[in-house]
């Protein structure tokens, strides 16, 4: 039947993640540093208001772009936390997850052939949804000597006039990196004379530690430059609900929005009114996740330092992104015989894109305990591989 | 005033008291030396006044019983409920004493092997005691959770993939 099928869809590789995902599930007594979502439920009195709207019958549709209540907090929300400034009415779109907000983007934006500039490594949905929206991919290299912060040298040399688009992805998934405004600022400039729309996801923005947060679009002339990708799912322990949201100007917002009112119609009301409570009262069961996750981080980093591997200190998200090149073995071959010798599952690098070679993703959104005992099992293989 | 680092020092070590200064170091940012300096100030400050073990008796199968009794006074000019407090304390039996606001004047957390030892404890020991006008006793039957800690959540929670991008 495979002859019936679109070769733009049949052109998308499996995720590299795969793999390890049928292997460690075969496998009993696995301790899991591969998962990117939090260990955390949902605080309780979102959960709890979720639950009290549905035996109140709050089961119907609901506007194409989301609740407006959602939509009004969310700016306020963004105003006072951000400093970014989005109407409730025209330039806030509620979707299923961050995950959508980035396919909308791109299929709103990508005539096919349009260059998407794609961070490499990066969250592997990006290039999957710039590729089905007929986009020509031009992967830029993050470097561990620039801490995997992107350089306007490596964007200059990716870049060719076809491109239009620039995803941004700050704190970063896989490698826990965060980029300064100074930092951020020749990006900005580079958007500007290159006429880039610049994809900002921005899921990890309330998990950084020891600096605050620049969002994209607060940088000179980028607001209209910029969309703004968001959600509940990271900062809320949300993953499972599916609830996110995109900024951007209401010429993108609302083609946007149509795209989604014929695909998705709404995002679930049951966690866009989660979603709200969120908002108005889940501040502090945030705050104690991120300082728990801060506390789990630097047990992790100095538990890669002391084994002897280089390290750098991730200030974001809730991924170490330790270089195993000591090791003597390559991401894939140091993920798949720690996960068989010491039954740790890790994500190689590699899966994030080829410039995440030599390095492994390790998601520290699990128990101390866990941790503590993930090290140790980490340990003892490394030892091995170092004498 | 608590600083925000301290805290959050302070929580850490009621999560796990056996945590040693450099392995408090390493979760918090904070020097080993200010650590034990700060533990060192705190244990003289008796704001760390014990470290604890919370134990699950129920799983040892072993007879203990906790009630809780709530103990109306004889109010006394010029005494306050200090002195009788003061004299609960001295009771072994007495895990706890409580001034509490309500129908009732002060709160006791009595532990005992069973409900016949707690029955005799108040009737030899505490009814007779001047200044008491009346107890209630109530008997715990089931811990579901204490310090924060579920006994009897579900064996497993919730499994998350092992593996997502």
Request: with cysteine; glycine share 6%; aromatic share 10%.
């Amino acid at each position: 039947m495979k002859h019936y099928l679109s070769p733009l869809a049949t052109s998308l590789k499996p995720s590299g993640i795969r793999k390890f995902f049928d292997l460690a599930s075969t496998m009993e007594d696995v301790i899991s540093l591969g998962v990117g979502e939090p260990d955390f439920a949902t605080p309780w009195v979102m959960r709890e208001t979720a639950i009290f709207s549905l035996e109140q019958g709050q089961t119907m549709y609901t506007s194409n772009a989301g609740l407006i209540d959602l939509r009004r907090e969310l700016s306020k929300y963004m105003a006072k936390s951000l400093g970014l400034n989005y109407s409730p009415e025209n330039e806030l779109l509620i979707t299923v997850g961050a995950s959508e907000a980035v396919d909308l983007a791109m299929r709103a934006l990508i005539v096919p052939g349009d260059g998407v500039l794609i961070p490499d490594p990066s969250y592997v949905a990006y290039a999957g949804c710039a590729l089905m929206a007929g986009a020509d991919i031009h992967y830029v290299p993050l470097r561990a000597e620039h801490d995997f912060r992107l350089q306007v040298d490596d964007l200059q040399l990716a870049y060719t006039p076809n491109c239009k688009v620039l995803v941004l992805s700050y704190p970063n998934n896989p490698t826990g990196a965060i980029m300064t405004r100074e930092e951020l600022l020749p990006i900005a400039r580079f958007a500007s004379e290159n006429d880039l729309i610049v994809v900002s996801d921005e899921i990890y923005s309330d998990l950084t530690y020891g600096g605050t947060h620049t969002p994209f679009a607060t940088l000179p002339y980028m607001k209209n430059r910029t969309l703004h990708v968001s959600g509940f799912s990271k900062a809320y322990a949300m993953t499972g609900w599916r609830i996110g949201y995109v900024a951007g100007h209401p010429d993108f917002i609302q083609v946007m929005t149509r795209i989604h009112q014929y695909t998705i119609m709404c995002a679930p009301i049951m966690a866009q009114i989660a979603a709200l409570e969120g908002l108005k009262a889940g501040d502090s069961a945030k705050k104690e996740m991120i300082l728990e996750y801060d506390r789990r981080r630097r047990l992790l980093v100095n538990g890669f330092r002391e084994m002897g591997l280089s390290c750098f200190e991730p200030l974001g998200a809730f991924y170490v992104f330790p270089d195993i090149t000591a090791t003597g073995l390559r991401s894939e071959e140091f993920a798949e015989q720690l996960i068989k010798e010491e039954k740790v599952a890790v994500v190689p690098g590699t899966a994030f894109g080829p410039a995440g070679e030599g390095h492994i993703r390790c998601s520290y959104a699990y128990s101390t305990q866990q941790l503590l005992e993930a090290l140790e099992r980490i340990s003892r293989f490394v030892k091995k591989r170092l004498s | 005033m608590l600083s925000q680092e301290d805290r959050r020092l302070l929580y850490i070590l009621s999560q796990d008291c056996r945590l040693t200064p450099e392995e408090l170091s390493i979760q918090t940012g904070l020097t080993p030396e200010y650590i034990n300096k700060k533990i060192k100030q705190w244990e003289k400050d008796k704001v760390i006044v014990k470290y604890g073990l919370l134990i699950n008796y129920e799983q040892l199968e072993e007879d203990r019983v906790t009630a809780l009794i709530d103990v109306k006074v004889l109010s006394q000019r010029g005494q306050g409920y200090d002195k009788i407090a003061q004299r609960f304390q001295k009771f072994p039996e007495i895990k706890s004493v409580y001034l509490m606001s309500g129908d009732f004047d002060l709160c006791l957390v009595v532990e005992g092997k069973n409900m016949h030892e707690i029955a005799q404890f108040v009737s030899d020991k505490l009814s007779p005691l001047d200044l008491i006008a009346t107890t209630s006793t109530r008997f715990i039957l089931r811990r579901y959770k204490q310090d924060g800690i579920e006994f009897h959540g579900e064996e497993e929670g919730p499994k998350r993939l092992m593996i997502t991008p």
